[in-house]
């Protein structure tokens, strides 16, 4: 099969089966011509279609590794691009493509995790507030993994300021990934959320789940005490 029978199959099927259907029919294709078909759906404005292709792209891209891990980094290194000012795009749903497949490959969050930090400083940043979302979504799904790969580069410290973000849905995901990093001297500043009830969604294990900034703030001021 063809990398543009696959664009185009994948777009369809993508529309009505779940990601362990999809990815049933995933794993039977040539990874090489799977992966710009995912890229491309990740892009797109529906959240439901978009968090599918992140989780089947980390799932290709831990097999592309573990048989090609040069090919992998080509990937990666395509993906970093795509956030590059001089690439001429915008990179959207990146940031959670990058959390996503480094949560899924322990090589691939060695050589590229600080990366993701970096776009929380001031030379890397990602001034659009949905670049920013899916930022703190992609650390966070990495955090889950390996905490260990955002704490060493001081992730948690370049964190704070997203807690004075005008975007509340990037606030309520800051907070949640201080819970699950368990910084203690976070909880005086997500304290102060605790009774904001701007709804919103969070792609959580596979589903959509609908929350409040200050109920993610809550759980992750119980997850720090734990």
């Known amino acids: 099969m063809t990398e543009r029978q696959i664009k185009k199959k994948l777009a369809k099927l993508i529309l009505t089966e779940d990601v362990e259907q999809l990815w049933l029919t995933l794993d039977g294709w040539p990874v090489k011509f ?69 949560a899924m490959n322990r090589p691939l969050a060695d050589e590229y995790g600080h990366m993701l930090v970096a776009y929380m400083r001031e030379e890397c940043y990602l001034e659009h507030l949905v670049m920013q979302r899916g930022l703190m979504w992609g650390l966070g799904r990495l955090a889950k993994v390996y905490p260990q790969k955002i704490l060493d580069f001081h992730g948690d410290g370049y964190m704070q300021m997203y807690l004075e973000s005008a975007d509340l849905q990037v606030v309520g995901l800051a907070c949640r990934n201080f819970g699950i990093l368990k910084i203690q001297n976070a909880t005086f500043w997500i304290k102060q959320f605790d009774d904001a009830e701007q709804e919103i969604r969070v792609f959580e294990n596979g589903i959509f789940v609908d929350t409040t900034v200050g109920q993610l703030a809550r759980e992750a001021v119980a997850l720090i005490a734990s």
């Open 34 to 102: 799977a992966i710009s078909p995912l890229l491309s759906l990740i892009y797109q404005v529906d959240e439901q279609i978009k968090y599918k292709a992140v989780v089947l792209m980390g799932r290709i891209m831990n097999k592309l590794a573990s048989e090609d891990m040069e090919a992998a980094r080509v990937v990666m290194r395509r993906i970093l691009w795509s956030l590059n000012e001089e690439s001429g795009g915008i990179g959207w749903g990146m940031p959670e493509a990058l959390g996503e497949i480094m």
